[in-house]
């Protein structure tokens, strides 16, 4: 029988176990969206997860979203990056970066520069920015000519991550970023080739993702998805038809995974399942909602077919959550205050179980 403690093959990686760490912003990069020594003990405490994948980074200045995250698009960017995947790795761990780009989720005062996104409509909702929440402002449209280069910026930072000695990439196509704006229904009202039907809203996230595999292989691309998910005002119609779709050309790409979260009725997540050929992550809880991820969460996932199950808020407060899963031993609780409060508080301070106590 396959538990989450069952050893794994993805792409050229063994894992030894199938619990993952979701991707978590934590907004704790220097200047110049430089990684730091305490997020390499941070990532290097959490070794143990039969994968790790990396708080959002983005691929290019432009597609930042909150002030204080990493990015893979300097030179800068990769050597600070080295330290991490190091230190993950000789604590025996495996990480990919997770690519996001914000588009329309963010603010000209955290990048210098008007947002871009598929159409000239913004985000419901207020963003972070330098000074504090402010409303999300009108993103500029994307020119048919542009799209292509912002798809591209994708390719290019993972190979930059590569390089910077991560094992691959995660596409971040979920949550209301650059790619689910266009690959929704009201984010995205263009009438060029990437707008419109089926095969125009998907357009994006498959040039994305075949930039992607051209410059690291599909074996070490992985990608994000929400399917039905509402965050910043995102709406989808056809959503079954939409990421069937999008399944089909990823399977066509042969990317190592779609790491699915359970934004949509079961029975839709059960289809898209049968969609997909491949190695299939699932996260099984609404983000961000009254419930986190849990040992029960898992096992139900793992028995409708998942391979892999991600957990997010119960890594933060447990490093060695894999060993308290398997040892059935107490979750600590996550403190919501210090997720993006900067420092090592709330981040470093979590402590593995003691035993005997
Ligand atoms: C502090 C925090 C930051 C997050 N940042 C990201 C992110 O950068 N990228 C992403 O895809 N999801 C992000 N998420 C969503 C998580 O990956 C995950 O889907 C969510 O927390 C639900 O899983 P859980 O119940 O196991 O926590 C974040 C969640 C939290 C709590």
Same mark, same amino acid.
Request: charged share 15%.
């Given at each position: ?54 708080? +959002? ?18 030179? #800068? ?14 604590? +025996? ?28 409509? &913004? ?11 402010? $409303?999300? &402002? ?24 590569? #390089? ?14 650059? =790619? ?42 992985? =990608? ?46 059960? $289809? ?8 299939? =992550?699932?996260? &099984? ?19 409708? +077919? ?5 957990? +997010? ?45």
């Amino acid at each position: 029988m396959t538990t989450l403690f069952t050893s794994y093959r993805l792409g050229g990686l063994a894992l030894p176990n199938r619990v993952v760490m979701a991707p978590m912003t934590r907004v704790r990069a220097a200047a110049g969206g430089l990684a730091t020594p305490s997020m390499a003990a941070y990532y290097a405490q959490r070794a143990t997860a039969g994968l790790i994948v990396s708080e +959002g980074v983005q691929p290019s200045a432009i597609g930042q979203s909150n002030p204080g995250t990493p990015g893979l698009h300097t030179d #800068e960017q990769v050597a600070a990056w080295r330290p991490v995947t190091a230190a993950v790795h000789t604590n +025996g761990g495996r990480i990919f970066a997770q690519l996001m780009h914000g588009g329309r989720v963010s603010h000209p005062d955290t990048i210098g520069v008007l947002p871009v996104g598929p159409s000239a409509i &913004p985000a419901v909702g207020d963003v972070f920015t330098p000074t504090g929440p402010q $409303a999300a &402002p009108t993103p500029r449209a994307l020119d048919t000519l542009e799209v292509p280069e912002h798809a591209q910026a994708y390719g290019r930072a993972a190979r930059r991550a590569v #390089e910077a000695g991560f094992d691959g990439v995660e596409l971040h196509g979920a949550n209301g970023y650059l =790619i689910s704006q266009f690959l929704s229904s009201n984010a995205n009202r263009r009438t060029d080739r990437y707008g419109g039907p089926v095969a125009g809203r998907i357009r994006f996230a498959v040039e994305a993702a075949a930039a992607t595999v051209e410059a690291v292989g599909g074996a070490r691309t992985g =990608i994000r998805l929400s399917p039905g998910g509402t965050f910043w005002g995102i709406k989808e119609t056809d959503v079954l038809e939409l990421y069937t779709a999008l399944l089909t050309e990823l399977a066509r790409l042969q990317v190592a995974y779609v790491h699915l979260e359970a934004t949509t009725d079961e029975e839709t997540l059960l $289809a898209l399942r049968r969609a997909w050929p491949g190695t299939l =992550i699932v996260n &099984p809880v609404l983000p961000m909602g009254p419930k986190q991820t849990g040992r029960d969460d898992a096992d139900h996932w793992l028995a409708l +077919g998942a391979d892999l199950i991600s957990f +997010g808020r119960a890594f933060i407060a447990n490093p060695d959550l894999v060993e308290r899963l398997r040892g059935g031993l107490p979750i600590a609780p996550v403190d919501e205050a210090t997720y993006y409060q900067g420092g090592d508080a709330g981040y470093l301070t979590y402590s593995a179980h003691q035993y005997g106590r």
